[in-house]
């Protein structure tokens, strides 16, 4: 009953004409991994609710791993994530407690616990075992070795409990939080590699 509430005052105060006006971002129809393996900035492409954002940093690989799997650090370092706790660790496998808020939450405080596998200095793959208004999730990280340093990659899939009418709302606005995102890593890696 809160939550449907809760969605029809986002509704009331957005006007239908707003919404509607905003578009999905579409992307680049060239491959993303080699715009990405040359670009600084990030690139961002998004097909049916999968969302790929790379960025190339002047880092070695290894550098790109640490920063990435330092959970407890990176993440609240993120503009969206306020909160990351590893709640346990066996091996590859290990289970993160997150808090986010973010215009794309519209405001609301998100919990999730995440299910992570690590593939060792080269992959994170992970997926949402339960969550606040969260259908699904799920992504990895790739980092790839290229000239000069490393292509991060990540790609995640998300289907929150929100209107279909504010879906594009909600896409645009993750997107360009996940665009801050990438720059953010890339800043947290450069510093670690002076």
Do not use: C
């Not at 905003?22 to 080699?34: A, E, M, W, Y």
């Not at 609301?108 to 992970?126: D, G, S």
């Not at 340093?149 to 929150?160: A, D, K, N, W, Y």
């Amino acid at each position: 009953v809160m939550k449907v509430g809760f969605w029809h005052e986002i509704l009331r105060r957005t006007s239908l004409t707003g919404v509607l006006s905003l578009g999905l971002i579409v992307g680049l129809p060239s491959s993303i991994g080699s715009l990405a393996a040359q670009s600084t900035t990030p690139v961002i492409e998004s097909i049916e609710g999968l969302t790929t954002a790379s960025i190339f940093i002047s880092v070695t690989p290894e550098r790109a791993w640490e920063v990435l799997t330092d959970y407890e650090i990176t993440g609240p370092a993120m503009p969206d994530i306020k909160f990351a706790k590893v709640i346990s660790r066996q091996g590859k496998r290990i289970k993160l407690s997150q808090t986010y808020q973010a215009p794309y939450t519209f405001g609301l405080k998100i919990y999730a616990l995440l299910e992570i596998e690590e593939i060792p200095k080269t992959q994170i793959n992970y997926k949402i075992l339960r969550g606040d208004l969260i259908r699904s999730l799920s992504g990895s990280w790739t980092i790839i070795p290229v000239q000069g340093g490393t292509l991060v990659r990540h790609r995640i899939e998300v289907e929150p409990e929100i209107p279909q009418i504010l879906r594009p709302v909600f896409l645009e606005l993750s997107q360009e939080n996940l665009g801050q995102s990438m720059l953010i890593l890339r800043r947290l890696m450069l510093e670690r590699a002076s």
